[in-house]
């Protein structure tokens, strides 16, 4: 059972990550700082 | 301080300075792909790998895809060596010991701990890990972690250098590269070095010994009750263990083989494997300043970098080195029998906690070096440091282990600082900031502050709910006051930093201490990487406007002094109320006469 807690929690925590990285991009939206 | 310890700590130094350089242009030839002596034997085995795995090696990633790659490996690697842990009972390979499945909870802190190239170990590893764990577990992961973050530092100085480009190279080339032509060679050489000065490497069961002297030892039954037994042998572990430590080293991981680290003379058994080992923490962090002036065209930059890094540690290695070699005034002139001054037979000052053969200076540039970079190797009890000198392996984590700093890691922290440094320089002169030629912009400063917060967010939230909670937070101390707060500090900044050394009066091995350092090690590698190589990613893209009278230039001792001084103050305004009620308390406490137990 603990594995399966274990298993989920890593999914869970690079998935934030990953929506993280979009949230990231989002903040820059159309500016083009170039 | 004897002038015999500031001569070794000088040609430490120096030693450093002269290797930097060829290994900085070395590691600019690996990642730029030119031609290196290595070729003939690595070029295959590189297109053996890129044909297996179906990577196409001239295939360039943006950031949103290069950190996406990045995730998913670790993702990968974490869940592996978590399988290996749970299962080496059921492995029939060099598990001599017959140990058992590691427990869930340990497992996860374990896994998540070498995936970010921290190394904090909550477990013993004499009779935790299999043989089997330890080296396709935990000492490939070394290799792993140190490679992702050397290709990450080199992904954001292509940010930097390239123009008008969305492409910052590919993870698995950069990976693949760093591995094949840094790493492992270095690690080859490097593992017969240690094994030559007496660093153990066999997969022997455990020896056991008969003691010249039996030992009496009283502790306490499960009934409560005291019980003596005579203890006539002693058992004397074993395992690959030089091959674990080279890379331990080299990659920054600092996960001892044995649980006493490099304090165990299996590990580090000579003041020269001693040597070998400082050195070897240093050595790439060092080389990439170079490999950043090579890469965007100014070799000035990269001393410039080089400088800054140099001038922070000999502050902490002095500071340290001064505080432990000050006698402890609650022992001073009490017992007659704790040698504190200096003599032919003793160092003088506070050797609690050292290894004899180590000494003061060695041990106070040790604990520097390894907080400087995000080693966390030691080869002293932190715990035992004089408050001062706990002060600075704790202070050198909050700058953020950008003094050479971790394989990579220390370079792309130090970058977010010289943008930093460069953004304040423009605000004091009144025009757009400017880095190399490009313009510093809101997207950029808006990340690199994002990277700078996550770090005090999970140090000092969880800090503060284990300091409040007396059930499972403050039940795991050693000892009480602010001691007792800067363990608890200090095992948060330690996980943060991805640095993985512990004070060691703290009791980690509990759900809560394993289960909340492991989301703050992935949260201090991961949720950081991701604002830095958006600011990389968003460097690439811009145009580089030729150098005017009004470019704040960034390979003078000025740009040095401002980025020290950028450093210093975010550091320090960031964890200094912290820091006054934990070691800076204790000191004046201590000065008082009052201890706690």
């Known amino acids: 059972m603990s594995d399966l807690v274990f298993l989920a929690a890593s999914f869970a925590f690079f998935l934030v990550a990953v929506l993280y990285v979009y949230g990231c991009q989002a903040l820059k939206g159309g500016r083009d700082d170039a | 301080m004897t002038p015999n310890g500031w001569l070794q700590i000088a040609v430490f130094f120096t030693l450093l300075l002269l290797a930097a350089k ?48 990045m995730l998913i490996f670790s993702l990968s690697t974490l869940l592996l060596t978590y399988a290996i842990e749970r299962l080496q009972h059921a492995i029939p390979l060099w598990n001599p010991q017959h140990l058992a499945a590691v427990e869930p909870y340990l497992a996860w802190n374990t896994a998540a701990s070498f995936t970010t190239n921290t190394n904090w170990q909550s477990y013993v590893p004499e009779t935790t890990m299999s043989y089997l764990t330890q080296m396709v577990g935990l000492a490939t992961h070394n290799f792993w972690s140190a490679a992702t973050g050397m290709a990450l530092a080199i992904a954001f100085i ?15 080339v950069d990976l693949t590269r760093g591995t094949l032509w840094v790493l492992l060679p270095i690690c080859l050489v490097y593992s017969l070095a240690l094994v030559s000065q007496g660093v153990v490497q066999n997969l022997k069961p455990y020896d056991t010994a008969t003691l010249v002297e039996p030992q009496t030892v009283t502790a306490t039954g499960t009934d409560g009750k005291p019980v003596t037994t005579t203890v006539t042998t002693q058992t004397i572990a074993q395992g690959p263990a030089a091959s674990q430590e080279a890379i331990k080293m080299l990659g920054t991981n600092g996960g001892g083989f044995f649980n006493a680290n490099s304090s165990h003379p299996f590990e580090n058994p000579t003041p020269l494997s001693n040597m070998l080992q400082m050195l070897s923490i ?35 290695v002095a500071t340290c080195y001064w505080a432990e070699a000050q006698p402890n005034p609650l022992l001073h002139g009490v017992n007659q ?32 070096v390894t907080t400087d970079a995000s080693c966390g190797a030691v080869n002293a009890m932190h715990d035992s440091l004089m408050p001062l000198g ?36 423009g605000l004091m002169v009144g025009r757009t900031p400017e880095y190399l030629g490009k313009k510093v912009q809101a997207f950029d400063v808006q990340m690199s502050m994002l990277y700078f917060l996550i770090f005090p967010v999970v140090i000092l939230g969880f800090s503060a709910v284990a300091v409040l909670s007396p059930s499972f937070g403050t039940s795991s101390l050693s000892n009480h006051g602010p001691h007792g707060l800067t363990q608890i500090l200090y095992a948060y900044t330690s996980a943060a930093g991805n640095n993985g050394s512990a004070f060691a009066g703290l009791n980690a091995n509990t759900h809560w201490y394993n289960s909340t350092l492991a989301i703050t090690m992935l949260a201090g590698r991961f949720l950081m990487i991701v604002p830095m190589l958006a600011v990389a990613g968003n460097l690439a893209t811009k145009k580089i406007a030729p150098p005017s009278l009004g470019t704040f230039p960034v390979n003078t001792p000025l740009f040095t002094a401002l980025l020290v001084s950028v450093i210093v103050i975010v550091g320090a305004l960031t964890f200094f109320p912290a820091l006054s009620l934990g070691p800076i308390l204790e000191h004046l406490l201590l000065r008082s006469g009052i201890s706690f137990s």
């Open chain 2, 390 to 425: 706990g002060l600075v392996p704790l202070s050198n984590i909050h700058l953020g282990e950008i003094i050479f700093g971790g394989v990579g890691a220390g370079m792309y922290g130090m970058l977010i600082f010289v943008i930093l440094t460069v953004f304040i320089a």
């Open chain 2, 282 to 316: 240093f050595l790439i962090p060092a080389g990439l300043c170079i490999t950043l002036g090579k890469m965007v065209g100014s070799p000035g930059h990269g001393w410039a970098v080089y400088a800054a890094m140099s001038v922070l540690w000999l502050a902490g």
């Open chain 2, 22 to 69: 060829p290994m900085g242009l070395y590691m600019a030839r690996v990642y730029e792909r030119q031609k290196t002596l290595l070729d003939p034997v690595l070029g295959p085995v590189e297109r053996l790998l890129y044909r297996i795995t179906g990577v196409d090696a001239n295939a360039e990633m943006g950031w949103i895809e290069y950190g996406a790659a």
């Open chain 2, 337 to 368: 029998r704790v040698v504190q001054t200096g003599a032919a037979q003793s160092p003088g000052g506070n050797m609690e906690g050292k290894e004899v053969r180590f000494g003061i200076a060695n041990s106070a540039l040790f604990a520097t």
């Open chain 2, 158 to 172: 292509r940010g930097i250098s390239r123009r008008e480009s969305k492409k910052l190279g590919n993870f698995w």
